[in-house]
């Protein structure tokens, strides 16, 4: 596949163990006429899957990830949105059901930010404003991009996840330098629905944590 750069794209991406919910995904995404072209980060997925990749006209790039001394996939997640070859590209947790077209996504980025919705349920029980990083989007490679990557990838954080990296690196006055809310369509959470009796539009379905995996497994095999 071409390396070249791509004026707009979704970025995917997962390893192996977590591949099998990629077909869901792609089913869902093709099921709503989205049209974007997806790029893949490959955090060490399957021959099988590696070669599906390549031969499915949905997507115009795969990225193959050097995994060398990463403990969890997840670290990688911010260097793979600074090296993807997109000029305008929004980052798709593979956990995420898409229930609409969500092409227009793309309409509501802004430069030298990342656009993100907020964690509704993390602020609600923290007290402060977190963002969910299962959806990132941006133009170009903003500073704050690189910054991410760099402390996530090195690994000295103590943090559990590239969420919780993100959110230790900012204060709530870099918080609104750095970040542009996007419309919580986008996101809705699994607690948001389970527990916070969200009642809204949803575009994006995020089955986050163990129950969320299961859900998606309830959802193959209905």
């Not at 990083?133 to 943090?159: C, M, N, R, Y």
Request: glycine share 6%.
């Amino acid at each position: 596949m071409s390396r070249k750069i791509f004026p707009k794209a979704f970025l995917i991406g997962c390893d192996k163990k977590s591949e099998w919910m990629l077909d869901w995904f792609l089913k869902n995404y093709k099921f709503h006429a989205n049209e974007t072209k997806l790029v893949f980060a490959d955090f060490g997925v399957s021959q099988r899957k590696a070669t599906m990749i390549d031969n499915n006209s949905l997507f115009v790039a795969r990225l193959q990830m050097d995994m060398a001394g990463c403990p969890k996939t997840w670290f990688m997640k911010p260097e793979a949105m600074w090296f993807a070859p997109i000029e305008k590209c929004i980052w798709l947790d593979i956990d995420i059901e898409i229930k609409a077209n969500i092409d227009d996504m793309f309409d509501h980025l802004v430069p030298n930010k990342l656009c993100m919705v907020e964690d509704k349920p993390w602020s609600k029980r923290s007290g402060e404003i977190w963002h969910n990083s299962g959806v990132v989007g941006f133009i170009h490679k903003p500073k704050i991009l690189k910054d991410w990557a760099v402390t996530t990838k090195e690994g000295k954080h103590g943090q559990v996840g590239d969420q919780e990296v993100l959110h230790a690196m900012l204060n709530p006055i870099t918080q609104i330098t750095h970040i542009h809310d996007l419309p919580r369509e986008y996101n809705i959470l699994r607690l948001d629905v389970q527990h916070d009796d969200y009642k809204g539009p949803i575009k994006c379905m995020h089955w986050t944590g163990q129950k969320g995996k299961v859900k998606i497994k309830e959802l193959i095999n209905a």
